[in-house]
């Protein structure tokens, strides 16, 4: 079955400091994608990340990025140079499988310090 | 602009009542997808679709039930089935997955509904 895992509930960073948020994924599939959604208060997801299981280099948009290592089954995103707008819920996710689900972890909060 | 609409934005279940939240998208995406959202807590997926008239349960089906009568709407019913209804429920959609070894593209979300029981 496929599980990802987020083990940091929440998480306080300095303004303009980078911060990496961890996500762990098992699957037995090859092909697969992983995904890193923003959520904030307001509720809304929006998608700033993709990685695909066959893709050689890491992944960047703008300032995300996502550290994919393939072997240890982590996918995590790296914000450089942290704003006080990117507080919000972080949640990773993971899509494949025969019947294509698309399923999360339970997500990270993240506060900004000014 | 395309996009998911989903409505209404609050809604309130008496006891033993059902209610139908409606999701509508006009991105021509053939997968849609229900979650629900508990304070605090991730995503979990209720229902999914990858086609008309198909669709298959998620983690936590129990207590809700979908349709797929067209390929833009994805309607979900909480029944009174389900003793604790009350969190914000997500709808998603995405291209169908283009084939094996291309994982396929991100989801795109609604505003969400927030249920609440009186």
């Known amino acids: 079955a496929q599980k990802i895992t987020q083990t940091q509930p929440g998480m306080f960073v300095q303004e303009k400091e980078a911060v990496t948020l961890d996500c762990t994924y098992d699957t037995s599939d090859p092909s697969y994608g992983l995904f890193w959604y923003k959520q904030p208060s307001s509720g809304e997801m929006i998608f700033l990340i993709y990685q695909g299981s066959y893709d050689q280099q890491n992944a960047t948009e703008g300032r995300y990025s996502l550290n994919f290592q393939k072997a240890r089954k982590s996918a995590n995103l790296v914000i450089s140079a942290s704003q006080l707008g990117d507080s919000a819920m972080y949640f990773c996710a993971m899509r494949g499988g025969r019947d294509d689900k698309i399923i999360f972890g339970k997500g990270t909060r993240l506060h900004i310090l000014p | 602009d395309g996009g998911i609409t989903q409505s209404p934005k609050y809604l309130f279940r008496k006891e033993g009542q059902n209610v139908t939240l409606s999701c509508e998208q006009n991105l021509n995406h053939d997968a849609m997808y229900w979650y629900r959202q508990d304070p605090g807590q991730g995503l979990r997926l209720i229902y999914y679709s990858h086609i008309v008239n198909d669709f298959q349960k998620g983690d936590i089906a129990e207590g809700y039930s979908v349709s797929r009568e067209k390929k833009e709407s994805f309607p979900l019913t909480v029944t009174s089935a389900q003793k604790n209804p009350t969190a914000f429920y997500l709808c998603?959609?995405?291209?169908?997955?283009?084939?094996?070894?291309?994982?396929?593209?991100?989801?795109?979300f609604g505003d969400g509904t927030r249920l609440s029981i009186l």
């Open positions: 998603a959609s995405s291209s169908n997955q283009p084939g094996q070894g291309t994982p396929g593209k991100p989801q795109h």
